[in-house]
């Protein structure tokens, strides 16, 4: 069992950047896919990114594709998104997700662990 800890979010206006990070719990971090996810409000859960265990493979959302960027340190339990260019229709809670084998690591329905979210907001 994996438990997952984000932070980094807050208040930007469009253009600005930020970098969320998530901190697992446990030393077997470098078993498990990850992959971060947002909800807006009203919206349903949407896949935001994702990486695979040694961090060989990424997978991005076509609306963040060219401004957002996946990273994980296994050595420090940790997992990023840096995201450049934000705008206004990048504010919705991020979450961070894992799981042993996400099979399709765009699907919600591949992770078995979550974390409680960070907040972020964009003004225009």
């Known amino acids: 069992q994996v438990q997952l800890v984000e932070s980094g979010g807050g208040l930007v206006q469009a253009g600005d950047s930020l970098r969320l990070s998530c901190v697992a719990s446990?030393?077997?971090?470098?078993?498990?896919?990850m992959a971060w996810f947002r909800q807006a409000p009203g919206k349903e859960r949407e896949f935001v990114a994702a990486?695979?265990?040694?961090?060989?493979?990424?997978y991005y959302a076509d609306s963040v594709k060219g401004r957002f960027t996946i990273t994980r340190d296994n050595g420090r339990n940790t997992m990023y998104l840096k995201m450049n260019s934000l705008k206004p229709e990048d504010t919705a809670d991020y979450y961070c997700?894992?799981?042993?084998?996400?099979?399709?690591?765009?699907?919600?329905?591949?992770?078995?662990?979550w974390g409680q979210g960070t907040q972020v907001t964009v003004s225009s």
């Open positions: 997700a894992a799981d042993r084998l996400a099979t399709i690591p765009s699907a919600r329905n591949e992770y078995d662990y």
């Open positions: 446990g030393r077997a971090f470098s078993t498990y896919d």
């Open positions: 990486i695979s265990r040694m961090g060989r493979s990424t």
